[in-house]
């Protein structure tokens, strides 16, 4: 493969003068505090209205944006061909003609499929035992004409005769539903619209339950549709008056209910919705409790309770009745232990499986109900990641999981949980060759400034030897909402590794990589833990040979690019560059407005500084955007969307304005906003990558000076 020369890996700075955001002095004082905000205009009082049509941007909100792709552009124009290569050893790496390992449902296998060169699925089916294929969506035939398209879910009915799917085609999340009988393929006429995109069938195939998005863009409320009539028409069934709450919805294995899911930051409340009624009323588990959280699924005559009660913080598993289902009858079958989380659980009709985080490694356990013979499944890598398919099917002895590592592509299984037995069903294919010997995946632990020790996962070439300067390296990070970071294998990646890149998951506090105490700790009061601790990383990192200060490349998106914010502004002497994707940067001011969608429910994540000036400090003190200073900084790319309700357009855009207006020198700023598009960026398979081109043709140019000429480096894989 012919690859560009580093020399060619540089910025323009010559001519290419960055928009400058007019200052509109606002002040308002909160908590007998003044907070100064100059670019608060940028935050479109029409927001509602832009997240369903961009075009409704204000005309000077909209020209600034265009302004800022267009000085990214011409920065980033000499990195042109290195993007364009970058983008074809990326596809080179993906099989496009894919197809997933077929679900079986009763008569028939589900699946979804890839044909050359299209950027979304097709799902089809075929009779169970083979024969001719049936495509149910053409996932790119209705993509056509959208810029933005991404089909949320697509569930055939308990008679598989009918298709329910969901479909965004804007990127602020709000999904339409539409149905179609399976005889014709031909779409009816009743459209509901503003779902959160889950779709559950009722038993008889002639309605479906639903999540219905209000005027905040707050899941509150769900619906039952009856096939053929008007969606105005449509029955509640339970509501959430609450706005620190939202409403979640999914049928549970055995596919007796709709479970609904109420849940907050702090707690969990969960509902059955008897899905073999016409008119059923829900039936509560156990009332909210502050700092319970809790999920269900029902089995015969008995449903299991994965919880947190009684101080079980990282989780156990209670059996109940199911008609008498309170938490005054939750006998514990899995107790809690310490240290090891359970993640989540799903139920057979014969097996109880369970998936367990132990010092941020998984494990899949199962126990045979009838006997309550357990056993887990073992792997033989330092580091591995694990995922649980539990299927379409309640009575089988058949569990299907996905295995990878940072070297090891993913791996489908078929597992025989009465005969301990897998059988290999799928290994993901990289065209262009990938020969895991090349490469070496570490586990390593730094040691935190107050004395915790914090994993990090990282990969590199088997020919680099840690030690004297080390590399470049790419240090990913995020440390939020109790999300832990898995050890999963990154096709993507290997084109930075394969030009000398050491590539790093650090996974910090905020997450639950090592239990639940680890996500307490990076969370409200203690959120100054999951910066240090990304810092302490990069330091360790550092001290260990693998790189050198001013050597690494931070990257992180959504609560990861508050994270890079914070960092970049604590300590931006030890990076190159800040990939920042999507930030929540702007975090005081988001968390004073509780009119946006997250800021409520997300008050037990940062604190509420309406209510305390404990909150309102604590988060100054860390906010991004208030804490930029007169200091040099690194490079830094942001990546934006419109249409983003989760994390709005604005924050980044604010942030970028205010970095240039007050950095001392370094640079430069980015900023790239997609104009159809929210927070997921780009939804076509190919389209996405290149937003991934784009970051690291930045992150190359960061380090170029760094890195030897790419041609005397090993060959990609």
């Not at 045979?368 to 694990?386: N, P, S, V």
């Amino acid at each position: 493969m012919t690859r560009d020369k580093t020399s060619d890996w540089r910025f323009d700075f010559v001519g290419a003068k960055p928009p400058v955001a007019a200052r509109r002095d606002t002040r308002r004082v909160v908590h007998g505090r003044a907070l100064d905000d100059p670019y608060d205009w940028l935050a479109a009082k029409n927001w509602r209205e832009v997240l369903r049509d961009p075009d409704a941007l204000p005309s000077d909100i909209a020209t600034l944006i265009k302004a800022e792709n267009a000085y990214c552009a011409r920065v980033m124009a000499p990195l042109e061909s290195l993007r364009k290569t970058l983008v074809a050893e990326m596809r080179a790496r993906i099989k496009e003609d894919d197809s997933d390992v077929p679900d079986p449902d009763g008569p028939f296998a589900y699946y979804e499929r890839f044909h050359e060169g299209a950027e979304h699925p097709r799902y089809c089916r075929t009779p169970r035992d083979g024969g001719a294929e049936t495509v149910l969506l053409d996932g790119d035939a209705l993509a056509e004409g959208h810029e933005f398209f991404d089909i949320g879910d697509a569930a055939h009915a308990p008679d598989h005769t009918q298709l329910a799917w969901s479909v965004d085609d804007a990127g602020s999340e709000l999904y339409d539903i539409r149905t179609r009988a399976l005889s014709d393929g031909i779409d009816r006429a009743d459209v509901v619209s503003d779902s959160d995109g889950s779709i559950v069938w009722r038993a008889d195939s002639k309605a479906y339950y639903y999540v219905l998005i209000d005027e905040n863009h707050r899941t509150s409320q769900i619906f039952r549709h009856e096939l053929g009539t008007d969606p105005a028409h449509d029955a509640l069934i339970l509501e959430e008056t609450d706005s620190a709450w939202f409403v979640g919805l999914h049928e549970s294995h055995c596919r007796r209910f709709a479970i609904a899911s109420i849940h907050g930051h702090d707690a969990t409340e969960s509902w059955l919705i008897d899905l073999r009624e016409n008119n059923p009323t829900p039936r509560i588990i156990a009332p909210r409790e502050p700092r319970l959280r809790y999920d269900v699924e029902p089995h015969g005559d008995l449903i299991y309770i994965r919880n947190n009660a009684d101080g079980a913080d990282d989780f156990r598993i209670s059996v109940a009745p199911l008609m008498e289902p309170g938490r005054e009858n939750w006998k514990d079958v899995v107790a809690h232990r310490d240290g090891a989380m359970i993640d989540g659980f799903t139920l057979y009709a014969r097996h109880l499986v369970w998936l367990l985080r132990e010092n941020s490694l998984p494990k899949l356990v199962i126990r045979a109900l009838a006997t309550g013979d357990e056993h887990a499944i073992r792997f033989e890598e330092d580091a591995y990641a694990l995922s649980l398919d539990p299927g379409l099917e309640f009575d089988t002895d058949v569990l299907r999981f996905t295995y990878s590592s940072m070297t090891t592509p993913d791996e489908i299984y078929d597992y025989d949980m009465r005969t301990r037995t897998r059988v290999l069903r799928k290994r993901q294919e990289i065209p262009s060759g990938h020969d895991p010997r090349n490469y070496v995946t570490r586990r390593l632990f730094a040691t935190a400034r107050d004395g915790e020790s914090v994993p990090i996962t990282l990969l590199h070439r088997a020919d680099f030897t840690p030690g004297g300067e080390g590399a470049p390296l790419l240090l990913y990070g995020y440390g939020a909402y109790g999300y832990a970071l898995s050890a999963s294998f990154n096709e993507d990646a290997l084109s930075l590794v394969d030009r000398g890149f050491v590539y790093a998951r650090a996974h910090i506090r905020g997450g639950t990589d090592k239990g639940w105490r680890w996500y307490e700790d990076g969370k409200l009061e203690n959120k100054h833990n999951s910066f240090f601790d990304f810092i302490d990383c990069a330091r360790h990192l550092v001290s260990a040979g693998y790189t050198h200060e001013g050597a690494i490349v931070a990257q992180g998106g959504s609560a990861g690019g508050l994270l890079m914010g914070a960092i970049a502004n604590a300590a931006p002497e030890l990076f190159a560059g800040v990939v920042a994707s999507v930030p929540f940067v702007d975090t005081l001011n988001t968390m004073l407005r509780d009119d946006l969608p997250l800021t409520p429910p997300e008050w037990l994540e940062w604190g509420n500084p309406i209510a305390s000036v404990e909150a309102y400090d604590r988060i100054a003190a860390y906010s991004p955007y208030d804490n930029v200073r007169a200091q040099t900084y690194p490079p830094i790319l942001a990546v934006a969307g419109v249409t983003d309700p989760r994390v709005t357009y604005w924050e980044p855009l604010k942030w970028v304005a205010k970095l240039r207006a007050t950095m001392s020198g370094g640079g430069p700023v980015l900023l790239f906003t997609h104009m159809g598009a929210g927070h997921a960026g780009a939804s076509g398979r190919f389209e996405a990558l290149e937003d991934t081109a784009l970051e690291y043709a930045f992150a190359l140019a960061c380090v170029a000076r760094l890195l030897k000429d790419v041609d005397d480096l090993p060959p990609s894989s």
